[in-house]
């Protein structure tokens, strides 16, 4: 089956020289809405805006649904950061240029989803509330009926009750449609009810990607006292923390490892995988493949 | 009808599973009842459809629910041996057990920890014996 999204060896070098994406190999299937975690700075907008065939990669190859992104561009949907839209422009006026500018714009889609939000179409977009503006962001994009939506940092200034309705909305018409969602965000504590497929990118490097439950099931939180990392043989460290006498480690073990006496062994949570990789130190990328 | 514990690290989809097969074991839930569908658990608790469609696909593969194409999943006619053995025995002494721990003056939250602690000695013990170490 052809991947939503495939990254083979991409990368993205800044005119400066410097690299924003380093050797990024990632794999999404169709239908998973996943997690693109990573500190500022991380590069995560700069993946997002080269799976939107905005950025032409330096090196290595992007693909959504098989091929080049920017001859895909009626497939994609991309709501950048802070959801920009035309401040001055009607809620009507917005949805009229979404359907002129998109061959195959769902028209009656959008003014369905719309008329349902509760969003007044004379409003223009200034007068309305973030979590409206992005609602109407979202509309547009999803009227384009895309095979993968690109949502940058989608709730950063929603509150509570913005949220759940961006989210539950979103669900309804990815999951109708089977669309792979690509989410980013650096607050951890939502993602897991959010997303099934993660990857944690921290300066320009895949520090792991794949889906949440196998990458669960292939860690180990395994705590003991201060220096058991040290003395003990073989060891995959994500990470490690200390506190109070003893060292919580996240570790990948290989099949059928175990850390012997003195140490207890325990599943990750979600925090903890996406923590662990976020702090760990820069490990070789993990792929984990069903 | 569900309800998720933000903070208790379990993973979603086997929260889901472990309050139908709760509500299996104390008859809340019987032989044909239908779970609720997946857009109504999608709206109520704003989580990923994969998840409730992996708690929904794990409980049919247990054999505890069934999925009848188009209308929806049910509760199996037959239970799965295992799910609802909860022997009225077991359950009167834990609960006996509950009540001498709380006249012994110890919290909810301490009576929890405790069963927690027992099932984790329990498990371990159980891989040493796997494991063939004494």
Known sequence: MTAALALRGLGHQYRGGGWALHDCNVEVPTGRVVALVGPNGAGKTTLLNIAAGLLRPTTGAVQVTGERPDR???????????????????????????????????AQLAQARVRALEIPTRARINALSGGQRAQVALTLVLAKRPQLLLLDEPLANLDPLARREFLTSMFATCAEDGVAVLFSSHVIAELERICDYLVVLLAGHVQVAGDIDDIRASHQVVTGPLDWPQHTQGVNLVSASSTAGRTVALVRPEPGQRFGPGLEESEPTFDELALGYLSGPQAPATQVSA | ???????????????????????????????????????????????????????????????????????????????????????????????????????????????????????????????????GVA
């Open chain 1, 72 to 106: 895909q561009l009626a497939r994609i949907g991309y709501v950048a950061q802070d959801a920009p839209l035309w401040p001055r422009l009607r809620v009507a006026e917005v949805l009229e240029l979404g359907r002129c500018m998109n061959p195959g714009f769902d």
């Open chain 2, 1 to 131: 009808m569900f309800r998720l514990d933000a903070g208790s690290g379990v993973p979603i989809y086997r929260q889901l599973m472990e309050q139908v097969r709760r509500d299996v074991m104390l008859g809340r839930l019987v032989a044909g009842d239908q779970l609720p569908p997946l857009r109504e658990v999608v709206d109520a608790l704003a989580i990923n459809p994969n998840t409730v469609v992996k708690a929904y696909a794990e409980l049919e593969h247990e054999g505890l629910v069934v999925r009848r194409q188009g209308m929806g999943t049910f509760v199996a006619a037959v239970s799965p041996a295992g799910v609802l053995v909860a022997p009225a025995a077991v359950r009167d002494s834990l609960l006996r057990w509950v009540r001498r721990a709380a006249a012994a003056g110890l919290s909810r939250e301490q009576i929890r920890l405790l069963v927690s602690i027992a099932l984790d000695d329990e498990a371990s013990d159980e891989e040493r014996a796997e494991c």
